[in-house]
């Protein structure tokens, strides 16, 4: 769905003589060198703050036994934390000019990301969302305004594409209301119709013209996000597990924890990275559905750290549920986890049943492990070390093999 149309970029002037207003016009595809910018960097930075503040709110819902609501609310706060990630990102891969009013409706969206963050707790303990509400409003008008720059920089096609988003983007947000005003036993509801409704907006606005995203810099958006909220996974554990100790000298019922929950997180990041996906986003619906599906990715990956931070606090004796309630938060994300990535990534560079069922029955093995007791963790912690060994080695052999077909035929 390249458009043949799409402009390439202004040529690269001097710091000096760069102007600070431009027309804002699509970036090229084909734009070599394209890499994150360190605004892009900060943006995402600070969106960790509010995935940050999720994972703690689900920490002390699952720990005083409200697992099921407390994964309702995180799912619902984890989607607007994703979706304003995610609306910058692909916006930024095909418009970003970096002019001054480009860096400052993003410095705004990112104060927008900051209220968001600050309302969280009150959305989980009090079904409270007017922070959370006005944190979107102040990202999300943000984002129309740039798709209005847009419409202004350009016309045809591309400049209605440029006015669907502004409006798709303007009569969502108004939706997003019902959540204050609506009554809290069908917020739920609304929410689900709200969040397809945001999701059927790109579709529909990029039917005729789509966005000129840059591969290359998708993936690695994406691929530094997923690092990010990985760090904050291995942070959250880490003050966990220090606490623990500290407070109950409970090193020996903590260390199969602390074991256990580093392989799970060195295997999460080693299955995403072993594959460059970027050669697999070639067309508008395989980018939707790769990024749509990249929430999974995202959610499971920073409730393992929360589950973690569960584990511990069941150990010591902080929390009010059982062992295997515990061992559930952290390996039910971990399964999530690796069948999503399998689905998104692995599938389509995998050859061969063999290569295909790694991290399939890697994800069966691991949620079984949620019934080995105080052991659960650091057998599904092995279990994800030995598909990743799997995988290499299965790779390895495949390699072997091609490598020495090629010889005979060249012989």
Not at 95 to 108: G, H, I, S
Not at 139 to 167: F, H, I, K
Request: aromatic share 10%.
């Amino acid at each position: 769905m390249t458009s043949s149309s799409t402009p390439l970029p202004d040529p690269p002037r001097q710091p000096g003589l760069r102007r600070p207003l431009r027309r804002l016009r699509a970036r090229g595809r084909g734009e070599a060198h394209r890499v994150a910018t360190p605004l892009e960097l900060l943006f995402d930075l600070c969106f960790v703050v509010a995935i940050a503040q999720a994972g703690i709110q689900l920490v002390q819902a699952v720990a005083e036994g409200h697992a099921g609501q407390g994964i309702l609310n995180y799912a619902m706060v984890f989607f607007a934390i994703w979706w304003a990630w995610m609306n910058f990102t692909w916006f930024a891969s095909a418009y970003d000019n970096d002019d001054v009013l480009y860096r400052v409706v993003t410095l705004v969206q990112i104060a927008g990301v900051l209220v968001l963050a600050a309302g969280v707790s009150r959305a989980f303990q009090d079904h409270a969302y007017l922070a959370v509400l006005i944190g979107y409003v102040i990202m999300r008008l943000a984002l129309v305004g740039q798709w209005l720059r847009v419409a202004r920089s350009n016309d045809g096609p591309e400049r209605t594409m440029a006015l669907r988003y502004a409006v798709g983007v303007l009569l969502c947000q108004i939706g997003w209301v019902g959540l204050v005003l609506l009554p809290e036993d069908v917020r739920g509801w609304w929410f689900l119709a709200m969040a397809v409704l945001e999701m059927c907006v790109p579709p529909f606005a990029e039917r005729n013209h789509p966005t000129a995203w840059h591969p290359h810099h998708i993936a690695e958006r994406y691929g530094l996000f997923t690092i990010i909220v990985l760090g904050e996974t291995v942070a959250a554990a880490t003050i966990a597990v220090k606490t623990g100790i500290e407070e109950n000298d409970a090193l020996g019922e903590l260390l199969p924890i602390a074991a256990g929950g580093l392989l799970i997180i060195f295997a999460a990041w080693w299955i995403y990275f072993v594959v460059p996906i970027h050669g697999h986003l070639r067309s508008n619906r395989q980018a939707f559905l790769w990024g749509y599906g990249h929430y999974v990715v995202f959610a499971s990956a920073a409730a393992i750290g929360a589950g973690l931070e569960v584990a511990v606090e069941q150990a010591v004796g902080k929390a009010e549920i059982s062992t295997l309630a515990a061992s559930a938060a952290v390996t039910l994300p971990t399964a999530l986890y690796l069948l999503t990535v399998w689905a998104l990534h692995s599938r389509y560079f995998k050859v061969g049943i063999a290569q295909q069922l790694v991290l399939p029955c890697a994800a069966l093995l691991v949620i079984c492990c949620t019934f080995l007791g105080e052991w659960a963790v650091l057998a599904a912690g092995l279990v994800t070390a030995l598909a990743v060994a799997t995988g290499e080695t299965l790779s390895a052999r495949m390699a072997a093999r091609q490598r020495v077909a090629t010889r005979a035929a060249v012989g």
